[in-house]
C-alpha cells in the first residue's frame, strides 16, 4: 500500500453534539455512526467561525508544490479508515536513538496529548538503537551532512515485524533525521493510511535545553507531528480548507504558522472514529494547555467547549 509522503502535522478540535434543531445536548449514550454522524455535522456549523481558512500557498509551501483535493467527512465516513475496535486499541509510541532527559519529558507529554486528543490509551515501547538501521537505509545528506534514516525502512522493516498484538498504530519516533528516498532533501515524517505504522522525528524541533521558549517551541513542534502523523493513519488525508493540524507543510516556517487544533471537518472524523464526547475531549486538552503553558492553545478550546454549550458566539 503506498504510504502517504507528510510533513508534518496540526492539531485537533470539535465539537460537542448538536440535536438536529443545532442546540448542543447530550453525547448520546452510545450512538450509532449514523447517529454520531448527525451530531457532528451539527457541532461543526456552530465552530465553523472560529476557524480561519487556509491561505492561498505561496512559493515553496505544501500545496504550491502538491496537488491534493483534501477529503470531506463525508469521504472520510466512506473510506473505511483505520479505527479502534475490542482487540487493537492502544497507540504504540516506539523510540528510536538516544534521548537525553529533557526530550524524553517531552516524549512523555506527548503521550499524554495524543491520549487526550484520541481518546485513546497510549503507551510507549522501550528505546530501539539507530545500530538496527543497516546501512542501506543511512545516508549523509550530501549538502548539509547530517545522518538521515530512511522512512519506508522504518516503517516496513522496523515498525511492520513489531506491530503488537493490541496496537490500533504503531508509530516511531526518533533522534535522527529523516529522509524518504530519492528526491527528497528530508521529511519531518511520515505514515500509512492503511499500514497503521508511521514515524515521525524530534531531530528538527529545536533545542528544547535552550530556555523556556526554546522548550515550549520544541513541545509544540513535537504535538502537532505526532497528532498529525497519527491522524494519517486514521485515515485523515491532509486538510486543504483550514489553519489545521492536518495541513501538509513543506517547510518549517509553514509548520509554525499552522495551529495545534484541527479544523471542524478534521476534528469531525476523529471524534466520529474514536467515538469521543466532542465537549469532553476539549476539556481534557484545555487541562493538558493549561498545565504545560500552552496558552494560546488553551483558550481556544475552552472558547470552542464555551461555543458548544451556548454560552459564547463563535468568532475569531
Given amino acids: 500500500m503506498r504510504t502517504q509522503k507528510t510533513f508534518l502535522r496540526k492539531a485537533m478540535l470539535l ?40 491561505p492561498p500557498p505561496a512559493p515553496g509551501d505544501w500545496l504550491a508544490e502538491h496537488r491534493e483535493p483534501g477529503q470531506t467527512f463525508d469521504q472520510y465516513l466512506q473510506s473505511d479508515p483505520v479505527r479502534p475496535d475490542d482487540q487493537r486499541r492502544v497507540i504504540y509510541i516506539q523510540l528510536l536513538g538516544e534521548f537525553n532527559d529533557t526530550q524524553r519529558r517531552i516524549v512523555d507529554l506527548t503521550a499524554d496529548y495524543m491520549a487526550r486528543f484520541f481518546n485513546a ?103 502537532g507531528a505526532a497528532v498529525h502523523e497519527t491522524g494519517h493513519m486514521f485515515g485523515l488525508r491532509h486538510c486543504t480548507t483550514h489553519m489545521c493540524v492536518m495541513a501538509g507543510t513543506n517547510h518549517m516556517a509553514e509548520s509554525d504558522s499552522h495551529p495545534l487544533w484541527l479544523c471542524p471537518k478534521c476534528l469531525a472524523k476523529v471524534c466520529w472514529a474514536m467515538r469521543v464526547d466532542p465537549v469532553d475531549r476539549y476539556r481534557k486538552l484545555a487541562e493538558f494547555c493549561q498545565e504545560n503553558n500552552l496558552q494560546a492553545e488553551r483558550a481556544f478550546f475552552e472558547k470552542s467547549i464555551a461555543v458548544l454549550n451556548g454560552s459564547a458566539q463563535a468568532g475569531r
Avoid at 17 to 35: F, N, R
Fill in 121 to 223: 490509551p497510549v503507551t510507549t515501547q522501550p528505546d530501539l538503537s539507530l545500530s538496527i538501521i543497516p546501512p542501506h537505509a543511512r545516508r549523509t545528506h550530501p549538502s548539509w551532512g547530517m545522518e538521515q534514516i530512511l522512512t519506508d525502512h522504518v516503517l516496513h522493516d522496523v515498525l511492520r515485524p513489531r506491530l503488537p498484538d493490541d496496537a490500533t498504530v504503531y508509530l516511531a519516533l526518533t533522534t535522527s533525521d529523516l529522509w524518504a528516498g530519492k528526491g527528497w532533501n528530508f521529511v519531518y515524517g511520515e505514515a500509512s493510511l492503511r499500514q497503521r505504522v508511521g514515524v515521525w522525528s524530534i531531530y528538527r524541533n529545536g533545542d528544547p535545553d535552550a530556555g523556556e521558549e526554546a522548550y515550549l517551541l520544541c513541545l509544540r513542534r513535537t504535538l
Fill in 15 to 54: 465539537l460537542g453534539l448538536a440535536v438536529l434543531s443545532g442546540v448542543i445536548g447530550c453525547w448520546t449514550q452510545d450512538p450509532s455512526g449514523v447517529e454520531r454522524a448527525t451530531q457532528l455535522r451539527a457541532a461543526m456549523a456552530k465552530l465553523q467561525p472560529l476557524h480561519a481558512p487556509l
